[in-house]
């Protein structure tokens, strides 16, 4: 299990020199601890790799969110926008 909001906290400077300074790396990850069954480099993988594909796909410049949320359902419980 994976705490997703550590491993997410963890990763933010990594995440933002990957994505260079022109864009804004915001994180929101809710007040409650969100845990997740992964491998947590599994996990850091896929979401470095979403980062480096969102910052390719706005330019170079804006804002990343990586948001962590409870919702239920089969939906996924971390999101990029």
Not at 23 to 35: K, Q, S
Not at 40 to 67: C, F, K, S, V, Y
Request: glycine residues 10%; negative net charge; charged residues 25%.
């Amino acid at each position: 299990a994976v705490e997703v909001g550590s491993l997410v906290r963890g990763m933010a400077e990594l995440i933002r020199r990957s994505i260079g300074p022109n864009i804004a790396l915001e994180l929101d990850l809710g007040d409650e601890p969100l845990t997740v069954h992964s491998e947590p480099t599994q996990l850091e993988m896929a979401l470095l790799n979403l980062a480096i594909n969102a910052r390719d796909a706005i330019a170079g410049q804006g804002t990343l969110t990586i948001e962590a949320r409870e919702i239920g359902g089969d939906d996924l419980p971390l999101s990029l926008r």
